[in-house]
């Protein structure tokens, strides 16, 4: 769409109206409403880029009230997701906010992925620090195109697309194989999906399968500069991975479940990188305190 004054009229509002005034809109995306998953309802939306930021407009399902409205700004961004599993599109952005980190969770149709990819990785150049090759180069050393050839191919093509973002380079990886456990004898229960991690010039990038459906992506950046450090708790046969994300004096956690040799060869590559890491006790190891009374 050319203005907001395009959209349709559950996604206006006075306040609508001043956000679009102050800012210089770059693109606009409508999304009409939506059966997500044959049964759950998604109202009208919108998209409204910045040059340096995004505003989401959720329309209500009540009528004669105001969208939800949702302000985000690149420089604050401590990490964006986006889950594509066939028609299924998810996409969740974590930010600083005013008083407490803002989160911005939306579905939609993977059709528009197509006019949502550009605007949203114009969106995470507002947290580069580090600077990066000539516009429109990815930069693989001989150690990176060693490691991307023995990947999976469907992973090699994921970080080819969507790992490495234009300019940026990338310096470590490390790749999980899917892993499950046994169930009920005969049956094996997934317990983690296939997981690449790769470190680039600017973030920390997550692309994974969804546990249960394979025919799909789910990715994640992360701003090295929005890393405070990494933590890594035992938790059985598997380790629980916390990335810790700080903005000013807001904090979330980024976590994922790994494998204890995923994690060690993650816990050297990051350490080389002088990132901040901490070991935490196996939880099944912690003592326990019986109380008689």
Known sequence: MKSVSDLATELQSPAVTTLATGEALQTIIAFPPQI??????????????????????LASIWPDQEPQVTHINGGDLMYMKATLLLLYGFLEIVAQGQTSP?????????VAWYQLSRPLRQLLQATKTTPST????????LAARQVLAKLPLKFSNGAKLYGLLPGEELEESVFQPGTWKRWLLLFRQPITANTLL??????????????????????SYIPRNSIAGMQNRPCGLWN??????????????YKLLLKSEAVETWRMQWMRHDGQWQDLPDEAEKPTIEIIG
């Open 240 to 253: 629980e991975l916390s990335i810790q994300l700080k903005r000013g004096d807001q904090s979330v956690d």
């Open 198 to 219: 790769l470190l680039t010039s600017n973030y920390v990038v997550v692309i994974q399968e969804e546990l249960k459906v394979a025919q799909g992506w789910i990715f």
């Open 102 to 110: 803002t989160r911005l969770g939306m579905e939609f149709n993977t």
């Open 36 to 57: 997500q998953r044959g049964r759950h309802y998604v109202p009208k939306q919108a998209l409204l880029f910045t040059p340096t930021g995004v505003i989401h407009l």
């Open 134 to 141: 000539p516009a429109g180069e990815i930069s693989y050393s």
